[in-house]
């Protein structure tokens, strides 16, 4: 599950995931509701139609 692994690494999906958490979902829940919205985001071809298309993932030191 490349998710369990972007939760840690990744803080904008670490904070989607955190949010999921604090308003009681189950780990499993938040896992699966972070790849639906992956998902949702790649059937969109990059337009804006998504959070995901605006979101800046570039490393900054």
């Known amino acids: 599950m490349a998710t369990k692994g ?3 690494f990744n803080p904008v999906i670490k904070d ?3 949010r999921l958490l604090d308003k009681g979902k189950l780990k499993k829940v938040a896992l699966t509701a972070w790849a639906a919205q992956t998902l949702d985001f ?3 071809n990059g ?3 998504s959070v995901l298309a605006t979101t800046d993932y570039s ?3």
């Open 47 to 49: 337009h804006k139609c």
């Open 59 to 61: 490393m900054k030191a």
């Open 6 to 8: 972007a939760v840690r």
């Open 42 to 44: 790649l059937e969109c």
């Open 16 to 18: 989607f995931y955190q």
